[in-house]
C-alpha cells in the first residue's frame, strides 16, 4: 500500500448493532414508508367492482366482440364474471357444491349465454351480480367463517380480495383488448393484494413442488408492496436463503398470471433455481 | 451484482430491514470518516452515523436520486449533522464562559468537558483561520469570548446589526470551508 492510500476505517465495536437498534426503533422493520391507509375487504371488492363497471361503461358496442381471453370476447368475458359472481352467492347462503367447482368450467355456461345479447344488458346483469355479493357479505352471519369457492378456501374477507383481484386482472385484460393503458390499483387495495398473495405463497409452493424447507424474503417495491418472509415447507425462524425483489405492480401480474418472471424487474439473492421455483409458484395462484 | 441505489432505497421504503444492514455494511466507513473529519471525536462521529442512518432508515424517501449517489448523500447528511454539533457544542462553550465570567465562584468546567470542547473547538479554529479579517474577528469574539451581539459590535467598532449580519456570513462559510475539507479528503 502505498503512503497515499488512505488506511481503511475500523468502525468502533458495537456501533453496527447500536445504529441498527436505533433504526428499528426509530419504524419497525417490514412497516413501509408511507404507511399505507388499510381498507376493508368488502370495500375492496367494492372499489374494484367500480373501476371494472366504469370500464364496462365508457366501452363501444364494437369493443364487446373484441377476443379478450381463452375463446371469450368481452362479453363472453364479462358473463365468466357473473357465473363466479353466482358462485359466490351459492358459496354465501352455503351450498357445497361450488367448493371445488372448476373455476372456468363452472362459469362457462354463463359466459356463453351472454353471445347475441345487448352489451348493456350483460353488464347491467354484471352489476346486479357484484352488488348481490356485497348485499350477502354485508349480512353473512360470521364474516371470519371460510368460504370454500372453485377451489380455494379462504376467510370471506381474503375471498373478497380475491374477487377484487380477479376483477383487476380482467379489466386489464378488457383494456389490453381494446388497446388501452393499464390501470394499476391504488396503494391501499395493492397492499390487500399482496398480503393475500404472500399469504397464499407457501402452499402454492408446496403444491408446485418447490423443495423446503425454504425460507424467502418477498420485498415488492413501490407503494402498496412490503417484505415478507416466506416459510416455505418449514418455520419462520429459517434463515433466509433466498431473497426476491421486485415491482408490486409487476408481481401482482404474475400472480394473475399476466406476466412471466421474464417480465419482471427482478433482483435475486441466493439460489437461482429456488427463486424461480417461487416466482412459478405465485404465477400458478391465477385461477384465470 | 451489487444492486443499485434505486433498489437499495425501494427496499427500504418497503420496510426490508436486510437493505439497511447492507447499506450500514457497505457506506458506514465512509460516513463514519466524513463525521469524524469534522468532529476529531470518535464518540460523537459515532452518535452522528447513528443519526444518519436512523434518518435514512425513518425517511428513505427523503433521499432523492437525481441529487447525486447514496454514498454522497448520506457523507453530506453526515458533514451537516457533524457540522450542528460543532456549532451546538460552540454556543454551549459560549454560554457556559459567559456564565462563569458572571459567576466566577461557580465551579468550572469538568476535564472532561474541557477536552471534548477543546477537540471540537479546534477543529472550528482551523476553519475560522481561512476566513476573511472581519468575518473572522466576530466570530472569534462571540464564539471564542462569548460575546454578544452588542459586545461583539463594541469590541469590533461596528454596529450591531453589521455584527449580526458579518457572523451569519461567517457562518455559513465556515460551514463551506468544512464541507470543503471533508470533499477533499473524502
Not at chain 1, 359472481?85 to 351450498?95: K, S, T, Y
Amino acid at each position: 500500500m502505498s503512503a497515499d492510500t488512505p488506511q481503511p476505517v475500523v468502525l468502533p465495536e458495537g456501533l453496527r448493532e447500536r445504529v441498527l437498534a436505533a433504526s428499528w426503533q426509530a419504524r419497525t422493520a417490514g412497516h413501509t414508508v408511507p404507511q399505507v391507509a388499510e381498507m376493508p375487504p368488502a370495500e375492496a371488492f367494492s372499489r374494484a367492482a367500480d373501476a371494472f363497471y366504469g370500464l364496462l361503461c365508457a366501452l363501444a358496442e364494437r369493443d364487446w366482440r373484441l377476443p379478450v381471453l381463452r375463446d371469450l370476447d368481452v362479453q363472453g368475458l364479462v358473463g365468466h364474471l357473473i357465473g363466479v359472481e353466482e358462485d359466490v352467492h351459492r358459496c354465501l347462503a352455503g351450498d357445497p357444491d361450488v367448493a371445488d367447482a372448476d373455476h372456468v368450467g363452472s362459469t362457462q355456461l354463463a359466459a356463453v349465454r351472454q353471445a347475441g345479447r345487448a352489451p348493456d344488458q350483460t353488464r347491467a346483469d354484471w352489476r346486479r351480480a357484484a352488488d348481490r355479493t356485497l348485499e350477502l357479505v354485508q349480512t353473512a352471519a360470521d364474516p371470519r367463517a371460510e368460504m370454500a369457492v372453485h377451489g380455494i378456501r379462504l376467510p370471506l374477507g381474503a375471498l373478497l380480495i380475491a374477487r377484487a383481484f380477479e376483477l383487476w386482472t380482467h379489466e386489464n385484460d378488457i383494456l389490453r383488448a381494446v388497446g388501452m393503458p393499464a390501470s394499476v390499483p391504488d396503494a391501499s387495495m395493492l397492499r390487500l393484494m399482496t398480503e393475500l398473495a404472500a399469504g397464499l405463497l407457501p402452499h402454492a409452493a408446496t403444491r408446485t413442488g418447490v423443495p423446503g424447507p425454504l425460507s424467502v424474503r418477498l420485498v415488492l417495491t413501490g407503494p402498496g408492496g412490503g417484505t415478507w418472509d416466506v416459510a416455505i415447507g418449514g418455520g419462520p425462524s429459517d434463515p433466509v436463503a433466498v431473497g426476491i425483489v421486485t415491482d408490486v405492480v409487476g408481481f401482482c401480474r404474475l400472480v394473475a398470471n399476466r406476466a412471466t418472471p421474464a417480465e419482471l424487474d427482478l433482483y435475486v439473492t441466493g439460489d437461482r433455481g429456488q427463486a424461480e421455483g417461487v416466482l412459478a409458484a405465485a404465477a400458478a395462484l391465477a385461477l384465470d | 451484482m451489487e444492486p443499485t441505489d434505486a433498489l437499495l432505497v425501494a427496499r427500504l421504503a418497503a420496510g426490508d430491514d436486510h437493505a439497511l444492514a447492507e447499506i450500514f455494511d457497505r457506506l458506514a466507513p465512509a460516513v463514519y470518516s466524513a463525521a469524524l473529519r469534522v468532529l476529531g471525536d470518535g464518540s460523537g462521529a459515532q452518535d452522528v452515523v447513528q443519526d444518519v442512518f436512523v434518518e435514512l432508515w425513518s425517511h428513505p424517501d427523503r433521499y432523492d436520486l437525481a441529487a447525486g449517489t447514496l454514498r454522497t448523500y448520506l457523507m453530506v447528511l453526515a458533514r451537516h449533522r457533524a457540522v450542528d454539533r460543532v456549532r451546538s457544542e460552540l454556543r454551549r462553550i459560549a454560554r457556559q464562559e459567559r456564565h462563569h465570567r458572571l459567576t466566577p465562584t461557580e465551579r468550572p468546567l469538568s476535564p472532561s468537558d474541557q477536552v471534548a470542547a477543546g477537540e471540537a473547538a479546534d477543529v472550528v479554529r482551523a476553519a475560522v483561520r481561512l476566513l476573511p479579517d472581519g468575518q473572522r474577528r466576530v466570530v472569534e469574539l462571540a464564539y471564542f469570548q462569548g460575546l454578544s451581539y452588542r459586545e461583539v459590535a463594541l469590541a469590533a467598532g461596528i454596529p450591531e446589526g453589521t455584527a449580526k449580519s458579518r457572523l451569519r456570513l461567517a457562518l455559513a462559510k465556515l460551514e463551506t470551508v468544512l464541507d470543503r475539507q471533508l470533499l477533499e479528503t473524502s
